[in-house]
């Protein structure tokens, strides 16, 4: 039986293929194609960097969907279809809005898929594919399961080992789709399997890909004991309440921590609250403290910001840059607040009629990556992109990564850490232009 197994792009463009020059390995796909059995022949298409085989003949094609990536999806998989071969659709957003994701395929999966993916191979080597399985998220993710890292040679992904210890979070951030995903769940490996598979592989450099490594702070802590003598430097992402426990902070240091994706979101206790951004919120004092403890332990942030809360002015935005590149936080993102569906903010725009692309824009032929989807209370959608892509646009600027360079307690605090930031600001920068504005799926 042959498998085909996709990651697809944003947004492509049909006569010029669009890289995407940070593009890391696809976790959920090794661990498909692991999970698939050894009977099973098994093709990884990276949509990001080469072409789909349409031309090939396969079993089954198994895409990963995102809601910015469903468009495209949809695509790929019409094209399959229309040359006989069976398609099915699995992850966020087909679990989220599974009768779309049910007319752009023969099957879907909802939910995990390590529970009912074995009995879907079976099904398609018989040609019995059902119309949808229910997955389940389990206590134990991945099992026992190492993904197959093989199926990711040659792609020129970032040469950094992606690997998971928790899925889901216990905080209920109102705009984020983990929560209508795992209910506000945290599930995480058993320690002892997440060493297993780091030693199972070569690489010294690992981002846990987790939507909150500290969301449970006792296994977050027995994690880090154990990571200590492997020796290795990884990364992931956390909440900003990480930096009230000093034990979690000594532990993630030692254990090799060069730091973390932390959602700061606003500086505003307003906008916060908007959203129900309740872990940030504690003694908030604009994040001196926790921004202090960051960089005596030596941690490199990435610090994640939100843009388009209903208290946001021009001037409030121009202060929040201020406020990122004054604090030289090594990276840090401007994202738009977007209105995933299945998430109350996406509720709350559609109940009070401020959605713009008839209220689905990850179908829209006219939406853009990085556009406002909903009308922002105190400016224009267009201005609000505009803002939020000039903020990305100087923050990233060659004198603003020059400027933050010089910080004594993180960049400047080891060769390592100053090669880091050399090597993925300049590549960061240049994401930021070319995705900007790319259209969703295909375009000429
Ligand atoms: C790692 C990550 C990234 C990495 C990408 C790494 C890579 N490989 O390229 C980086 C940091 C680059 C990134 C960027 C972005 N990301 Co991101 N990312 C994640 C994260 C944290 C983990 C994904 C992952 O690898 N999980 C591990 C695998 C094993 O789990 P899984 O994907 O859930 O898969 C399981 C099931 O879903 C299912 N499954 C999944 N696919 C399929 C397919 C089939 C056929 C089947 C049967 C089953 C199945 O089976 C798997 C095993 O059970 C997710 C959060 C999440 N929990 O999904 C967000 C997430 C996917 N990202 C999100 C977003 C918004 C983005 C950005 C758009 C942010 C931005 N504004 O720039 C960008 C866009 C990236 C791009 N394409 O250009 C959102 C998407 C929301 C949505 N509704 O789609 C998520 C869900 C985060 C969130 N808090 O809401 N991201
Ligand atoms: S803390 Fe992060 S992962 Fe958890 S619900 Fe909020 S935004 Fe989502």
């Not at 969907?65 to 398609?87: D, L, N, Q």
């Not at 989220?96 to 909802?110: F, G, K, M, R, T």
């Not at 956390?238 to 426990?245: E, H, I, Q």
């Not at 003694?283 to 005596?296: H, R, S």
Request: glycine share 8%.
């Amino acid at each position: 039986m042959k498998l085909l197994l996709i990651k697809p792009n944003i947004g492509r463009r049909e006569h010029s293929l669009y890289v995407d020059q940070g593009r890391m390995e696809p976790l959920m796909l090794g661990l498909l194609g692991a999970m698939a059995g050894p009977n099973v022949e098994v093709k990884l298409a990276d949509d990001r960097c080469e072409a789909m085989p349409y031309d090939e003949q396969f079993d089954l094609v198994a895409i990963t969907v995102e809601t910015f990536s469903a468009r495209r999806a949809y695509e790929i998989s019409a094209e399959f279809r229309r040359r006989g071969c069976k398609v099915v659709l699995g992850g966020m957003h087909p679990t989220l809005l599974p009768e779309e994701a049910s007319q752009h395929a023969d099957s879907i999966v909802l939910s995990d898929a390590e529970s009912i993916w074995g009995e879907l191979i079976e099904d398609a080597r018989r040609g019995q594919l059902k119309p949808q399985y229910q997955g389940r998220c389990q206590t134990r993710p991945q099992g026992e399961t190492l993904p197959r890292r093989d199926l990711y040679r040659k792609k020129g992904y970032l040469p950094v080992t992606l690997s998971q210890f928790g899925r889901g979070c216990r905080f209920a951030c109102d705009y984020c789709a983990i929560n209508s995903y795992f209910h506000r769940q945290h599930y995480t490996r058993p320690v002892a399997d997440v060493v297993r598979e780091i030693e199972a592989q070569q690489r010294k450099l690992v981002f846990f890909v987790d939507d909150n490594i500290v969301a449970t702070p006792e296994r977050a802590k027995e994690l880090f004991r154990a990571l200590i003598p492997l020796r290795i430097r990884w990364m992931s992402q956390g909440s900003v309440d990480m930096t009230r426990d000093p034990e979690l902070m000594a532990l993630m240091t030692e254990s090799g921590c060069l730091g973390n994706v932390i959602g700061f979101e606003s500086i505003a206790p307003k906008s916060l609250g908007e959203v129900g951004k309740a872990v940030n919120m504690q003694n908030f004092d604009q994040y001196e403290q926790a921004i202090k403890t960051l960089k005596d332990h030596g941690l490199m942030t990435w610090a994640a910001f939100t843009v388009g809360y209903d208290h946001d002015t021009p001037e409030s935005l121009g202060e929040l840059l201020n406020f990122a590149m004054g604090h030289k936080f090594t990276f840090a993102a401007f994202n738009l607040l977007t209105p995933y569906p299945s998430t109350g903010f996406y509720d709350r725009l559609a109940a009070a009629d401020r959605l713009l692309y008839g209220g689905k824009w990850w179908l829209h032929p006219d939406y853009r990556f990085n556009h406002a989807a909903f009308r922002p209370a105190r400016m224009s959608a267009d201005e609000l992109t505009e803002i939020s892509f000039r903020m990305r646009a100087k923050f990233n600027s060659p004198g603003s990564i020059f400027k933050r360079f010089f910080d004594r307690k993180t960049h400047l605090r080891s060769l390592y850490n100053m090669i880091g930031y050399w090597t993925y600001n300049p590549l960061f920068r240049k994401e930021v232009f070319r995705k900007q504005g790319l259209r969703l799926g295909l375009a000429d």
